[in-house]
């Protein structure tokens, strides 16, 4: 009760601070490459629960994309607002909406598209029991995930065998040893990784 209730004013407050910069964010994005400000794509939340994932869109429009498809380490695609979107992480500011509305919190598993959850499914479970998060260990941990991806000579079996298998042992861990201590270690910690990395 307490997470969600942190959850909730933190991302009242954080979208009533941070507007003017999500709609400069959104011109921005607007004008510097054709297409839509935001993507919204299905992930699977807690309790295995599909749900719009929202963010500003950070590469060119590819049909099918909102549905799932996999296209990491593909940079030819990226624009260089999108970069920038990426490389600071501003491209997730949308996602306090998710959390408002209570599809997400602040800290917690990075949610999934439907086709990596059906991957280690024992594993999987254990994840969905609690809602997903904008940020969590295994997204500082796998900060470089896109420069790991593009140097693979098959990004999909380096994704499924080695990175995958890494998030799902760290959000496990997380989910054994959550508190709201916990969180607030894991909000400053991606705010540092940011900023300096």
Known sequence: MLKRIFDFFSSFVGILILFPLLILLVLI???????????VQTRVGRKGKPFKVIKLRTMTVM????????????RSRIPPVGRFLRKTKLDELPQLFNVLKGDMS????????????RV????????????????DYASIHFRNEEEILAASANP?????NEILPRKLALNIEYVNNQSFLEDIKIVFKTIFTVIVK
């Open 156 to 160: 999909h079996e380096t994704y499924k």
């Open 29 to 39: 994005n607007k004008v510097a490459s054709n297409g839509p400000a935001f993507f």
């Open 63 to 74: 049909k099918d994309a909102s549905k799932g498809s996999f296209d990491a380490g593909d």
């Open 106 to 117: 602040l800290v917690g598993p990075r949610p999934e598209v439907e086709q990596w959850t």
């Open 120 to 135: 280690y499914p024992e594993k999987w479970a254990i994840v969905h029991s609690v809602r997903p998060g904008i940020t």
